[in-house]
Structures are given as structure tokens and as C-alpha cells.
């Protein structure tokens, strides 16, 4: 890293709390080195009534981009300039490309799921797909697997303060896609049963399973699985939560977060650059499996 670091080195930053277990500076300094590009990818751990400032700062040192983690993904949004129509209609933002001081927010959350699905020879295109949670994650998801072309959405989430959040991006959905979509009490397990029996994917995208939650699922048993349900957990640290080793032990076919986290990385990569993240090797030189 010190010999690749020269006067002319420009900055790309991670801001978020909590943010050292991070593995994007790793994937992002990979494929700029690959590519021979002159950025150097930090992680920085930001408190909220630093946001404001942080965002300022990195305006005046002309970073010419950030990403943007928990729990900054919409706080962030006044900061900002301008808004990519997705952004704006998901109403959150994991990324900002600078551009000669002018501000703006994307989301990658959505296409980053999209991709590493395609990228694991899944097409859930016309397919049935479940969501648990309405998180930044969780929306950002939900409606760009709806303008995908995913038909069918069926989003769970407990029946708390955040529940009119899943009955928003609902609302969005059926307003800007020709998906169907539905939101249901997760506590009603008996829907639950029902629609991961007749659902092809089933995605959690909340952070049931990571510390301090870890060993946690909200699945009681293996009868909620068939072994045609792929399940996702966008969590990724650890690699395989408790949810995974249900589904693995139900026969599905499964994924962790941390490939979606490199497609949105790759996407985020692009917007900055102008070029394609070397995916391969970075797959290669972070041990993605």
C-alpha cells in the first residue's frame, strides 16, 4: 500500500458505526490496483453529530467518493446535492460520487442482491420472492427486485414502530411496478409457513443473526423450508447464520451477504471510476467463495 500511495493518491471512504469489521476497503483497494488506478479506500467510524461535518469534509478534501453504511443511509440524505432517481424513490443512499463539489447519492443495495443472485445462476425474474424486514437494506431490495421484474413480493416484518415502513415501500411498489406485493406480521407463522412453501426466494435482510444476535433465527424449525427455496442472508459476518444452517440442513440452496456486498461494491466501483470492477480477481484476492 505505501508504494502505491503517491502526492497525486485521491481519496475513497467508508463512513459508518460500527465499521472496522468492514471488508469493503480489502475488495475496493483490490480492484483499484488491478485497474492501476491512483485511489486509496479508507473506513472511517463517524458519530452521528459528526455526520454533518463529515460529509462537509469530505466535499473540501475532494474525495471524489464515499460509501455510506448503518445506520447513515438516510440521515445522510439532507447533505447531499442531489439524488439518483432510485435513490430517491428507495429514500436511502450507500453511495456518493463527488463531482467537482457537487454531491450525489445512489443506492446499490438492490442491484448488488440482483446481481450476486444472477451471479450464483439464479433468475427470480417472474418468481416469487419473500423479504424480511423494511430497513435501508430491506427497501432498497424489495423495490428494485419489483423493477426487475420479480412478480410476486411478499415483505414481513414484526408488527413494530418500523412496521409503517414496509407499508410505505409497499405503497411505492405498487405505484412505480407491475409487481405484486403484500406485508404481513412476521410473528403470524402460519403465513409465514405457507408462503415460504410456495415462494422460490426468501431473503432476510435485517440483522437477526449477527452479533449481538448471533445464533438467532426467527424460522422456529426446518418445516418452514423446501428444498426449492433459495435463501439469502444478507448478513455476512458470520459467514453462515443461524438461518443458513437451517436452510443448509433443509436442503436449500443458499447464500451469505457477502456476495451481494461485492456486486454493490462493483456497482458503486463504476459509478465512481467509469469502469468495470475487476470482479474475478477481487473474488480471487478477498477469498470470495
Known sequence: MEKRITGHTELMALIAKPIRHSISPALQN??????????????????????????????????????????????????????????RLIGAVNTIVNDNGVLTGHITDGTGLMSALKDAGEDPINKKMIIVGCGGAATAIA????????????????????????LETAQKITDNTQAKVTVKDLDDLVAL?????????????TNVGMAPMDGISYIPDLSYFTPELFVVDIIYNPQKTKLL??????????????????????????????????IDYVKEEIGFK
Open 30 to 87: 483490490a480492484g483499484f490496483r488491478k485497474l492501476g488506478l491512483d485511489y486509496a479506500y479508507l473506513a472511517f467510524e463517524i458519530d452521528e453529530e459528526d455526520l454533518e461535518n463529515t460529509i462537509l469534509g469530505l466535499k473540501a478534501m475532494k474525495v471524489r467518493g464515499c460509501n455510506v453504511s448503518m445506520p447513515y443511509k438516510t440521515a445522510v440524505i439532507p447533505y447531499l446535492d442531489h439524488l439518483s432517481p432510485v435513490a
Open 143 to 166: 423495490i428494485q427486485a419489483a423493477m426487475d421484474g420479480v412478480k410476486e413480493l411478499i415483505i414481513y416484518n414484526k408488527k413494530d414502530r418500523f412496521f409503517p415502513n414496509a
Open 193 to 205: 409457513k405457507a408462503d415460504m412453501h410456495n415462494s422460490q426466494y426468501f431473503i432476510n435482510a
Open 245 to 278: 444452517e437451517m436452510a443448509e440442513a433443509a436442503g436449500c440452496k443458499f447464500m451469505n451477504g457477502i456476495n451481494m456486498l461485492l456486486w454493490q461494491g462493483a456497482a458503486s466501483f463504476k459509478l465512481w471510476t467509469g469502469q468495470d470492477m475487476p
